[in-house]
């Protein structure tokens, strides 16, 4: 199994509702909640997948400048904090992949996968934001320069694609698996 946060994200976003430093903020039924990276992990530990993904802040297209650089900041602090507690045992079970994020900015999306790439103790790389709003002519340049960075070898996991000619076309660039909404 692999976690994410994906469907979640995608709701919340769907509800304008924005990240906080401390963590992405989430509608449940009993209303707005922030979800601290600790909290996440406590999540990973009990249900035990195979493989999560680091919290990330996951940024539709369309975003403003500022806020896509917040995005990426926030994820790559996020992803140490949950590869800090996984590597004092929580989340044990499963695999960490890093999120890389960065809207429809190549820089971002670039910056990003340099950072995820020197991040210690991860097991792969997950691609989220993509289906967003972004033009699918776009996501080409935005999924190449996320991928770049990254060292051989290790697995690439993407969200947010499910159409069979996105599929096969994220295969050829080095995509080897799918989570899709």
């Not at 904090?81 to 590597?87: L, R, T, V, W």
């Not at 890093?98 to 991040?119: C, H, I, L, Y």
């Not at 770049?148 to 994220?170: F, K, N, S």
Request: proline share 7%; charged share 20%.
């Amino acid at each position: 199994t692999v976690a994410t946060t994906t469907d979640t994200l995608h709701f919340a976003m769907s509800q304008n509702v924005v990240s906080g430093t401390k963590g992405p903020t989430v509608v449940t039924p009993g209303g707005y909640k922030q979800v601290t990276p600790q909290m996440y992990m406590e999540c990973i530990d009990a249900l035990r997948p195979d493989i999560f993904c680091s919290l990330p802040d996951e940024i539709p297209a369309g975003v403003s400048f500022n806020r896509g650089k917040k995005a990426g900041e926030r994820s790559i602090a996020w992803a140490k904090e949950c590869q800090e507690m996984h590597a004092k045992g929580l989340g044990r079970s499963g695999a960490m992949f890093a999120s890389v994020v960065g809207g429809d900015n190549v820089f971002e999306r670039k910056k990003a996968g340099e950072a995820m790439a020197r991040q210690p103790g991860v097991a792969g790389f997950s691609f989220v934001g993509f289906g967003l709003g972004e033009a699918p002519e776009q996501r080409a340049a935005l999924l190449r320069a996320a991928l770049a960075p990254l060292p051989p070898g290790l697995p690439r996991h993407i969200t947010g694609l499910g159409m069979p000619e996105e599929v096969l076309h994220a295969v050829e660039m080095g995509i080897d698996m799918f989570g899709s909404v």
